[in-house]
């Protein structure tokens, strides 16, 4: 993805476009009208996300040891560093090198900012005014950070030589970064080893002045150099057992920072840029102002995102749909052709029927009467269906006699006539309790009742009326506990 590399000097100001590991050709910009109009038509063609990289004095580094905090209470305390020391600028920021170990264990805090906001501001809005996505905006010591990573020393301090600013010296402890400075220098590689014997015994100087590194301990003075210019620095630099000159190959450094562009010479700008563009770092002096295009990019990204996600699922669910819609048409299709042969089969029994002149309507009503007339008649399974469920619970009644006649008297409120069925029986193994004989003949009646019938009582097999004596029915001898029921069934509506 192409991205495009802005770079900010004391002087000047170029773009290089970076792709694919290369980067391209930089193309310069006055600092005036003319320059900016240029700039405009430089976006208006390359409409990348852009980076830009700021390398001049006007950035102050200051250490401070703050409470630590969380939340808003953090954010607060921040801010009012930031208008205690950096009033005047945005581009300011704040950065944890570590959390005390003892004590309230407070944070040790490195603020830093570009104090001439005058210097970016012009190449800022025109950034703004053509809608280019700014990623961030970053100072050189803020990027240095990588190069680094795998010296084996607490305490370095990194020289590099950029041709349109000058000899940038970084301080880092503990891999962590305390304090750059720049030192603006004109012409070619002899001036940079001079400049590096000159200069960098007065950083030792001032470094010293703050207790860093430690009495005793060695800085370690690492140079990016090109192999043509080794000679000249060494030429150049006295050693002594307070410092510890090591050379890194600009080359090397390249190869291992995988950037594909051929260093002739020990300007590290290109190498510099190659690494803001392949590892940026998350913190940059740009505020939410300065990036809300970027911002704007991100969140499309996010919904084109989403809408792929969406789409995919929706692909892969109607996809699902029309397999399981085959495996339907499949499953459906023995039954299509049953049907068929059924309606061929029907037809050709419609085919065979005898030809009349009966009127269809006649035929209908011939059929509604005769469905009519079946009420009149039901068949005896009908009738008896009910009783016989009933008497296969009541084991204790025995059935003399049955039968079954129709009755219009009976009928009402049905339509149709009822039938009377006319059940003789006895009660068998009651001996002389009469009250539990009576009660078990009751419910026989209501379990018939239930069954939808109607019944009366024609006998009962004891006199209970005024004149009968239940007594002398018991002691007859002979004589069982026989009953008579009317039992009525009538035609459901």
Known sequence: ??????????????????????????????????????????????????????????????????????????????????????????????????????GRRDDEMLFSALTNPQRISPWLDALLANQIPLVGIYSLPNISTPLIKSIDSDHVLLLTWEKDAGLRQTYFNNKRLHFSRLIPINGDSDAFSQSVATETPRTQQYLKSLSLPPPGEVLDVYIICHANDRAGLQAHLEVNSDLRYTYLDIEELARRIKSKNEYASSDATPLLLHLLAATPPKSHYANSEHTHFHTMCQLRRILFGIAATIALVSGLWAGLAIMQGRDSVAETEPIRMQTERVQQQTQQIQRSFANTTVPAADMKTAVLLARKLSQYTPPPEDLLRGLSHVLDKYSQIEVDKLGWQPSAADAAPSAYPAHVITFEGSLADFGTDVRRALDYLDRFQQALVLQGYTVKAEKLPFDVSSQGSISDDIKSKGRSAQFTLKIIWRQKE
């Open 1 to 102: 993805m192409a991205r495009t590399l802005l770079f900010l000097s004391a002087d000047s100001f170029h773009a290089s476009i970076w792709n694919g590991g290369k980067l391209g050709a930089p193309q310069y910009f006055s600092n005036d009208s003319d320059g900016r109009e240029q700039f405009s038509v430089f976006l208006k063609r390359h409409r990348n996300q852009a980076y830009l990289l700021v390398d001049v004095i006007e950035e102050d580094f200051r250490l401070e040891t703050v409470p630590h905090l969380i939340g808003p209470a953090r954010r607060d305390l921040l801010e009012r560093k930031f208008e205690q020391f950096y009033r005047g600028s945005p581009f300011r920021q704040a950065t944890l090198l570590h959390r005390q170990e003892e």
